[in-house]
């Protein structure tokens, strides 16, 4: 059986400390998704259908996606690669450089 969400996720921009932001990821859709990985029996499979966006941390991590990382570490290695002014293939360089280390 298959479980498949449509939608669009939302960046959620929060405080955290002395001129600090932290993003992560939210909203209906999502969090539907979330709940039901968590409820539903193991042998169903969750899918989230969305479209990304083309600025350069979105284009680094669907990159790393298409090298085979899973999204979420696809994702989490583009936002810890990633600097203000960073190209796409700046980001995914220094993304696969941090995970030879």
Same mark, same amino acid.
């Given at each position: 059986?298959?479980?498949?969400?449509?939608?669009?996720?939302?960046?959620?921009?929060?405080?955290?400390?002395?001129?600090?932001?932290?993003?992560?990821?939210? /909203?209906?859709?999502?969090?539907? +998704?979330?709940? %039901?990985?968590?409820?539903?029996? =193991? *042998?169903?499979?969750?899918?989230?259908?969305?479209?990304?966006?083309?600025?350069?941390?979105?284009?680094?991590?669907?990159?790393?996606?298409?090298? /085979?990382?899973?999204?979420?570490? +696809?994702?989490? %290695?583009?936002?810890?690669?990633? =600097? *203000?002014?960073?190209?796409?293939e700046t980001i995914i360089r220094k993304?696969?450089?941090?995970?030879?280390?």
């Amino acid at each position: 059986m298959r479980f498949l969400a449509v939608g669009e996720c939302m960046v959620e921009m929060s405080h955290a400390g002395e001129g600090l932001w932290r993003q992560g990821f939210a /909203g209906d859709t999502l969090n539907t +998704a979330w709940y %039901m990985r968590a409820g539903l029996p =193991a *042998d169903w499979a969750v899918e989230y259908f969305t479209v990304v966006g083309t600025d350069p941390l979105s284009e680094a991590t669907v990159a790393l996606q298409q090298l /085979g990382y899973k999204p979420a570490e +696809a994702q989490r %290695m583009a936002r810890q690669a990633h =600097a *203000d002014g960073d190209a796409a293939e700046t980001i995914i360089r220094k993304a696969l450089q941090s995970a030879l280390r």
